[in-house]
């Protein structure tokens, strides 16, 4: 085979203009804000723009990374792969689809910007100087850092991108061909023997069964137990929030003033705020007056958080530090308990929004191990989708409908990106059934666990209101010290939730961790209170003692 490809006709040469929309429109979510939109110019391009899975998280391509010489050939490389469909020459040799998804891209485009450094770090500044041997010495230059055999054979397929795609660009972008597209090639001429394991096996790690029995218990505890609570916090939070006025109300400054001076007449303390961030406004100014908790007085006065912080200002002269107080409490009463004791003694208005993330987060703890859902079906779940079945036997079942994404394809083989609806129900326990009942009363929308639920979450790039994967196993970490808070303040050290020793704990090694424990351990149908479920013997029999 030639080493280069017969170069197309001018109007073909892909050399955008600075200004140039990078993202096909025809594969635009819809309700995008235009003015998010990357142009050629751009360092940062946001692929989530043509995601169409709301739990795709940001995939943005950070070209500051990709050496500045090589910069703007790789930029155009990127946009032919962003604008062309895959090259009959990649079609033919490998199965590639016609159409990348964004998660694949972001993938691949990464692996060009550390291509594209090694090559800067030998002095070469254009891709039309690469030669072979550049090639087969960056190949070699993979092996030595300890990756699996197929990631570095995957990379050097997706270095034959940039040669695939060079008819389409100008001569100074074009890479010669690579030695293992050549016909007479293996790809062990260059990496050497595949030492991987076997095809089949699954490399995910499971979560360790110390980690996995006390993370199970506190998910459960947190649902079954603790939701009332919460929910009734929950409750709570949101009618002060919605009886705070979109326009001030004449008066507002005035009677906020009137309760403010009336606290202090009092003997009271005027509450201050607990919200995220105001320990350390408070640390970086001492001497300062604490912040004030306007939200939850204007809720309670009906008055704007600007009329609140308008009276603050009224009264700054006649306030000192030792007239505020801690931040302050919601009128619910709490009934749940651990073990013999009250789980906590009060709930703070500013508690509320960690709170319902930690009940978020167990409740997908527990649809995700206890149902086996991938992580992008479980994220997909929407309000309505879980049914309880009574059948003539007098037994109940739960089925939970939602999509898959995995292996559904088009008819061109392209991946789907929105999936479809599964032909049939995921069969799940009554815990899960719970969780989805405690997140659709969580939840205003249509999707079960979303980004939004949290107040203080970042903006995105587009209206993107799921939970993406990694977000949702920094919300894992999260509740995973949260639990262990509280079996050390109830002195409950045999629940306490241990490093694991594999790292994060991430929505995929549940689905690894049951299927282990299904081929370890002997399956039992479970029948109580009328209701037959399939359960586990070994996160059950862990669990069960704990949660009493």
Known sequence: MSASLPVPAGPEVVDPAPDTFVLPFNRLRPGFDPGQLPRFRDLAWHLALISPKESNRSLVIDWSRCPAGLRPGMMRAAFAELNIPTPAVLLQQRASRSTAQPGTLRHNFQIWTRFASWLDGRGITKLSQVTTGDLEDYAEHLRPLGRRWRTDAKALSVISRLWAYAPYLPESDRLVMPPWEDPAAVMSDFLGTNDDTPDGENNVAIVHPAVMA????????????????????????????????ARAPLGG?????????????????????????????????????????????????????????????????????????????LDVALTARIGTTSWREEIGFDDVDVLVLHLSTAALICCAYLSGMRPEEVLALRRGC???????????????????????????????????????????????????????????????????????????????????SDTALERIRAFTAWANHLAAAHNRPHELIPPDPDGAVALRRFRRTLACARSVSDQVAVRSAGVETWSLVSPLQLAGPAAA
């Open 386 to 468: 879980c049914t309880r079945v009574e059948r003539e036997d007098g037994t109940v079942r739960f089925e939970v409908r939602g999509r898959h994404f995995k292996g559904v394809l088009d008819e061109d083989g392209n991946a789907i990106g929105e999936g479809e609806e599964r032909a049939d129900p995921w069969i799940v326990l009554e815990p899960v059934a719970r969780a989805i009942a405690v997140v659709e009363e969580l939840e205003d929308g249509e999707q079960l666990f979303t980004r939004t639920l949290y107040r203080y979450a970042k903006g995105t790039s587009m209206p993107r209101t799921g939970l993406s």
């Open 253 to 329: 400054t005035e009677t906020t003033v009137a309760h403010l001076r009336g606290l202090l007449v009092a003997g009271e303390k005027l509450p201050s705020s607990g919200a995220p961030g105001a320990p350390a406004v408070l640390a970086r100014h001492r001497g300062a007056l604490p912040p004030k908790a306007n939200t939850f007085l204007a809720g309670t006065l009906g008055a704007t958080t600007s009329q609140v912080a308008r009276a603050r200002g009224i009264l700054s002269d006649e306030l000192t530090p030792a007239d505020f107080g801690p931040a302050p409490l």
């Open 214 to 245: 006390p993370l199970l218990v506190w998910a459960l505890r947190t649902v079954l137990d603790l939701a009332p609570d919460l929910l009734a916090a929950a409750r709570e939070h949101r009618r002060l929030l919605a009886a705070i006025p």
